[in-house]
């Protein structure tokens, strides 16, 4: 089992930036995937960014490429996110994930709570 706390959410102005952290509890938080995925009202979660097991790899969705970076601590069972040039079209509540990778995204078997970010024009 694995329980993941986010925190670092917010209001921001277009253009700021945020950086959302996500600790895990357990021993085997460096076993997993970690990734984030955001979700507005009425449609589904969609996938944001993935960090191996390692921290070697990452992964992007296409719209926060060159503007967010995610980043992992397994010495602190931390994930982070670092949102910059937030736009508008970023509001969502965000989710923390750990999981398995999958092609272009991952599985996510554990979730956080989710932490409101909202981005004002």
């Known amino acids: 089992q694995v329980q993941l706390v986010e925190s670092g959410g917010g209001l921001v102005q277009a253009g700021g930036s945020l950086r959302l952290s996500c600790v895990a509890s357990?021993?085997?938080?460096?076993?997993?995937?970690m990734g984030w995925f955001r979700q507005v009202p009425g449609k589904e979660r969609n996938f944001v960014a993935r960090?191996?097991?390692?921290?070697?790899?990452?992964y992007y969705e296409d719209s926060v490429k060159g503007r967010f970076t995610i980043s992992r601590d397994n010495a602190k069972n931390t994930v982070y996110l670092q949102m910059n040039s937030l736009k508008p079209e970023d509001t969502a509540v965000y989710y923390c994930?750990?999981?398995?990778?999958?092609?272009?995204?991952?599985?996510?078997?554990?979730w956080g709570q989710g932490t409101q970010v909202t981005v004002s024009s």
């Open positions: 357990g021993r085997t938080f460096s076993a997993y995937t």
């Open positions: 994930a750990a999981g398995v990778e999958l092609r272009a995204t991952m599985r996510g078997d554990y």
């Open positions: 960090i191996s097991t390692s921290g070697a790899s990452t």
